[in-house]
């Protein structure tokens, strides 16, 4: 054997290796020269046994055979070759020196990959070797290709088929036979197919396959199907139609591919669009959606719809309290609670309902979470507001059972607004706007219960937001002023004092503090507001001072959460700072009810305050549910007795009683003490008889502008011309006479 290059060395010119195997040594020898000659590198050997015993170990570019060999000839060799792992595809051509037909076939039968005849035309012998050199580099390539295609197809779980109306069942591919479970070379018959759907969706898609076929069209689908092994999988098919040179149609080619996992993940995503992650039911975007259907219908079939806003009472309470991780456990107790009150559909709907049925919009029922505690309770059909009523009720019924969080027992009641279509709206936003005036008006009433929504519920609404919005600009439009009542003593006839309260002029009109105060308490514009009150009280002060002499305190009524305000000192430092009147000068006012309300986050305030000189009174004390031991400990300066209880002083003795209770506990506490809602000569007598000898109310004077306060100083108090003024002397002397006469000495003569 002669060899340029050892077999299984590699060619460092990239030279085609030609294997060439001839027992005629001298055509051996010429050939291998002209092949050489023409950039080849070529491998020799003398038989067919030796040849067979080098490709074991070595795998050539192209095997030329001599067919005519002693012992093992070309054929048996070229048989022996081919049973070589990997030698299925190897080009092998054949020499022969026999031209006949029987030869060249048998060359074929053999594995022959071509034959040539033997000559001395080396050219073309060389054009043969590279031409079937090219022709295996292609087949290499394409089977590279088609290897890489099935892999591809193997992780993207997807194979093909082909369908000829000639034949009775599609014949796929082995990625498509795997896709369905099936191993390589299984036949599959439509039938079999048909038995792996859900009978429920057999006949449909029998439908979807012939109106596919009679309109020569693209089938593009998804269908479940149940393999052998149990599996359900989502089998995404499509096929496009082939026609013949007639346009007719011939049969489908297409692909099937599973993507059971993408529709897992995509449904997975539409769940987290659709659906509240902490409760699982509908969140705000497939509520509005399933209302916007149910009001399509609702038009065309001409019935009504009811949408139920509720929210949940304490909640807040509730997880202030016991922190959030219980405030979540109630919600998802609420949410159960609420999907048994309602046929729930947990259906994500997204796509028509047409091919449902009639009734098929009733499937948007269901329960929803628009965010914190708010729910929505869809009813797409209902026969009037009696129907709504009754699941508002049994909402509201179930709400009101015990709900055990965070290893407590909590109760959690809920607030109903009910809104109609068509009669209160036309659209998904009127109803909810609707619902929700009706839901407030709940809160409003009390809480726990449910209401239709009222056209006159939404003018109370606007007329609040006009009103609020108004509020926003009183103070930069200096629409904001304080009256002041006086405060009298009623022994020396003077003022020693006033209260200072708010009041609003709007479009020259006067609004009641009850209309506006509570609503800038709830909105929040309750602390610009006393700021503003601050400020102002701190100018009249000086004003005062230098009018009149003045050198009382005046009482600014502030609501708890100023007191719970870290610059609250300093503000009142700043307003008394910047008109010279002393800290004393303002008196701050808190109700005994949001001092209880907030105690131990008002202390602090108090104390400071108290630092500087500024005093503080309870309001409205008695009203309220009090604890004696804080009183002790307060830094309070005085306590002022409800109207309530002035009210029937003289007439029942239980007011008698209470008001001589509380004058006795604020001088056991050494507190000043002062009655308000004085309106009559008896409520003044008797508040004097029992000890108290401040006072304020309409007998003395009604809140006034503190010009008018002026007035009433010079043209009443100073010239004593009040009925009210020696009044407290004459009770002082009657009191006098009538102890004398009990100790049976001499009548006392009345002073002049």
Same mark, same amino acid.
């Given at each position: 054997?002669?060899?340029?290059?050892?077999?299984?060395?590699?060619?460092?010119?990239?030279?085609?290796?030609?294997?060439?195997?001839?027992?005629?040594?001298?055509?051996?020898?010429?050939?291998?020269?002209?092949?050489?000659?023409?950039?080849?590198?070529?491998?020799?050997?003398?038989?067919?046994?030796?040849?067979?015993?080098?490709?074991?170990?070595?795998?050539?570019?192209?095997?030329?055979?001599?067919?005519?060999?002693?012992?093992?000839?070309?054929?048996?060799?070229?048989?022996?070759?081919?049973?070589?792992?990997?030698?299925?595809?190897?080009?092998?051509?054949?020499?022969?020196?026999?031209?006949?037909?029987?030869?060249?076939?048998?060359?074929?039968?053999?594995?022959?990959?071509?034959?040539?005849?033997?000559?001395?035309?080396?050219?073309?012998?060389?054009?043969?070797?590279? *031409?079937?050199?090219?022709?295996?580099?292609?087949?290499?390539?394409?089977?590279?290709?088609?290897?890489?295609?099935?892999?591809?197809?193997?992780?993207?779980?997807?194979?093909?088929?082909?369908?000829?109306?000639?034949?009775?069942?599609?014949?796929?591919?082995?990625?498509?036979?795997?896709?369905?479970?099936?191993?390589?070379?299984?036949?599959?018959?439509?039938?079999?197919?048909?038995?792996?759907?859900?009978?429920? /969706?057999?006949?449909?898609?029998?439908?979807?396959?012939?109106?596919?076929?009679?309109?020569?069209?693209?089938?593009?689908?998804?269908?479940?199907?149940?393999?052998?092994?149990?599996?359900?999988?989502?089998?995404?098919?499509?096929?496009?139609?082939?026609?013949?040179?007639?346009? !007719?149609?011939?049969?489908?080619?297409?692909?099937?591919?599973?993507?059971?996992?993408?529709?897992?993940?995509?449904?997975?995503?539409?769940?987290?669009?659709?659906?509240?992650?902490?409760?699982?039911?509908?969140?705000?975007?497939?509520?509005?959606?399933?209302?916007?259907?149910?009001?399509?219908?609702?038009?065309?079939?001409?019935?009504?719809?009811?949408?139920?806003?509720?929210?949940?009472?304490?909640?807040?309470?509730? !997880?202030?309290?016991?922190?959030?991780?219980?405030?979540?456990?109630?919600?998802?107790?609420?949410?159960?609670?609420?999907?048994?009150?309602?046929?729930?559909?947990?259906?994500?709907?997204?796509?028509? #309902?047409?091919?449902?049925?009639?009734?098929?919009?009733?499937?948007?029922?269901?329960?929803?979470?628009?965010?914190?505690?708010?729910?929505?309770?869809?009813?797409?059909?209902?026969?009037?507001?009696?129907?709504?009523?009754?699941?508002? @009720?049994?909402?509201?019924?179930?709400?009101?059972?015990?709900?055990?969080?965070?290893?407590?027992?909590?109760?959690?009641?809920?607030?109903?607004?009910?809104?109609?279509?068509?009669?209160?709206?036309?659209?998904?936003?009127?109803?909810?706007?609707?619902?929700?005036?009706?839901?407030?008006?709940?809160?409003?009433?009390?809480?726990?219960?449910?209401?239709? *929504?009222?056209?006159?519920?939404?003018?109370?609404?606007?007329?609040?937001?006009?009103?609020?919005?108004?509020?926003?600009?009183?103070?930069?439009?200096?629409?904001?002023?304080?009256?002041?009542?006086?405060?009298? /003593?009623?022994?020396?006839?003077?003022?020693?004092?006033?209260?200072?309260?708010?009041?609003?002029?709007?479009?020259?009109?006067?609004?009641?503090?009850?209309?506006?105060?509570?609503?800038?308490?709830?909105?929040?514009?309750?602390?610009?507001?006393?700021?503003?009150?601050?400020?102002?009280?701190?100018?009249?002060?000086? #004003?005062?001072?230098?009018?009149?002499?003045?050198?009382?305190?005046?009482?600014? !009524?502030?609501?708890?959460?100023?007191?719970?305000?870290?610059?609250?000192?300093?503000?009142?430092?700043?307003? @008394?700072?910047? *008109?010279? @009147?002393?800290?004393?000068?303002?008196?701050?006012?808190?109700?005994?009810?949001?001092?209880?309300?907030?105690?131990?986050? @008002?202390?602090?305030?108090?104390?400071?305050?108290?630092?500087?000189?500024?005093?503080?009174?309870?309001? /409205?004390?008695?009203?309220?549910?009090?604890?004696?031991? *804080?009183?002790?400990?307060?830094?309070?300066?005085?306590?002022?007795?409800?109207?309530?209880?002035?009210?029937?002083?003289?007439?029942?003795?239980?007011?008698?009683?209470?008001?001589?209770?509380?004058?006795?506990?604020?001088?056991?506490?050494?507190?000043?003490?002062?009655?308000?809602?004085?309106?009559?000569?008896?409520?003044?007598?008797?508040?004097?008889?029992?000890?108290?000898?401040?006072?304020?109310?309409?007998?003395?004077?009604?809140?006034?502008?503190?010009?008018?306060?002026?007035?009433?100083?010079?043209?009443?108090?100073?010239?004593?011309?009040?009925?009210?003024?020696?009044?407290?002397?004459?009770?002082?002397?009657?009191?006098?006479?009538?102890?004398?006469?009990?100790?049976?000495?001499?009548?006392?003569?009345?002073?002049?």
């Amino acid at each position: 054997m002669n060899a340029s290059v050892a077999p299984g060395d590699e060619d460092p010119l990239g030279q085609p290796q030609i294997f060439l195997v001839d027992d005629d040594e001298v055509n051996l020898l010429l050939t291998s020269i002209a092949l050489r000659e023409r950039g080849f590198n070529i491998i020799e050997a003398t038989s067919g046994e030796r040849a067979i015993q080098i490709l074991t170990d070595w795998l050539p570019d192209v095997v030329v055979l001599d067919a005519i060999m002693p012992g093992m000839d070309g054929f048996q060799t070229c048989r022996e070759l081919r049973a070589l792992p990997g030698f299925e595809s190897l080009p092998v051509l054949m020499l022969t020196g026999l031209d006949d037909d029987a030869s060249i076939n048998r060359a074929y039968e053999a594995g022959a990959t071509d034959f040539f005849v033997k000559s001395t035309h080396w050219s073309l012998l060389a054009g043969r070797l590279r *031409y079937l050199l090219r022709s295996s580099r292609t087949r290499l390539e394409l089977e590279r290709s088609k290897s890489k295609l099935a892999r591809a197809q193997d992780l993207a779980r997807m194979g093909s088929f082909d369908w000829k109306r000639s034949q009775g069942s599609p014949i796929f591919s082995v990625e498509g036979l795997r896709v369905f479970g099936m191993g390589p070379g299984t036949n599959v018959e439509f039938r079999q197919l048909l038995r792996m759907l859900p009978a429920e /969706d057999r006949a449909g898609l029998i439908a979807m396959l012939h109106e596919v076929m009679g309109h020569s069209s693209v089938l593009a689908t998804d269908i479940p199907v149940t393999l052998a092994d149990g599996r359900l999988r989502i089998i995404h098919t499509e096929a496009e139609p082939e026609f013949n040179e007639h346009g !007719n149609l011939i049969g489908y080619t297409g692909i099937v591919q599973d993507v059971t996992d993408r529709r897992m993940a995509e449904d997975k995503i539409r769940h987290l669009a659709n659906f509240d992650a902490l409760t699982g039911l509908p969140n705000r975007r497939q509520l509005l959606w399933r209302t916007e259907r149910a009001l399509e219908y609702a038009r065309r079939l001409g019935h009504q719809v009811s949408l139920l806003l509720i929210d949940l009472d304490r909640f807040k309470v509730i !997880n202030d309290t016991l922190g959030h991780g219980a405030g979540d456990e109630l919600l998802m107790e609420v949410a159960r609670r609420l999907r048994s009150c309602v046929r729930h559909s947990e259906q994500v709907m997204e796509s028509s #309902l047409e091919a449902m049925g009639s009734r098929s919009h009733r499937t948007l029922e269901a329960v929803g979470r628009l965010g914190g505690d708010e729910f929505v309770a869809l009813l797409p059909e209902v026969v009037d507001e009696r129907d709504a009523e009754r699941v508002a @009720v049994r909402i509201l019924d179930l709400m009101r059972e015990p709900i055990f969080v965070g290893g407590q027992e909590c109760f959690v009641t809920a607030s109903v607004g009910i809104a109609m279509y068509p009669r209160d709206g036309q659209s998904v936003a009127d109803l909810m706007r609707n619902s929700d005036v009706a839901m407030y008006s709940v809160k409003a009433q009390g809480r726990n219960a449910a209401s239709l *929504y009222r056209p006159q519920l939404a003018g109370k609404g606007r007329e609040k937001l006009e009103l609020e919005s108004a509020l926003h600009k009183a103070i930069e439009r200096n629409e904001l002023v304080l009256h002041y009542q006086p405060k009298i /003593d009623v022994r020396a006839a003077k003022m020693v004092g006033a209260e200072a309260l708010m009041r609003w002029h709007r479009n020259g009109v006067l609004v009641p503090p009850a209309d506006f105060i509570p609503l800038a308490e709830e909105t929040g514009l309750i602390t610009p507001l006393s700021e503003w009150a601050i400020r102002e009280t701190a100018r009249q002060a000086r #004003l005062w001072k230098d009018n009149f002499g003045f050198s009382d305190s005046i009482a600014v !009524n502030l609501p708890n959460r100023l007191f719970e305000r870290t610059d609250l000192v300093e503000h009142i430092h700043q307003a @008394v700072t910047m *008109y010279g @009147v002393p800290h004393h000068a303002i008196e701050l006012e808190i109700t005994e009810t949001g001092l209880m309300k907030d105690l131990q986050n @008002v202390i602090p305030a108090l104390h400071r305050l108290n630092e500087i000189g500024v005093e503080i009174s309870i309001d /409205d004390f008695g009203t309220g549910y009090s604890s004696l031991a *804080y009183l002790t400990t307060l830094p309070i300066s005085e306590l002022k007795i409800d109207r309530s209880f002035v009210r029937d002083l003289g007439l029942t003795p239980q007011s008698s009683a209470v008001v001589t209770a509380i004058i006795a506990l604020a001088r056991s506490l050494g507190l000043r003490v002062i009655a308000e809602g004085v309106e009559n000569l008896r409520q003044m007598e008797v508040l004097h008889r029992l000890g108290c000898g401040v006072m304020q109310g309409f007998l003395f004077s009604k809140p006034k502008m503190p010009d008018e306060i002026e007035a009433w100083l010079h043209q009443t108090v100073l010239p004593k011309k009040a009925p009210w003024i020696g009044k407290a002397g004459e009770a002082d002397n009657s009191e006098a006479l009538r102890a004398a006469e009990a100790r049976g000495g001499p009548r006392a003569t009345p002073a002049a």
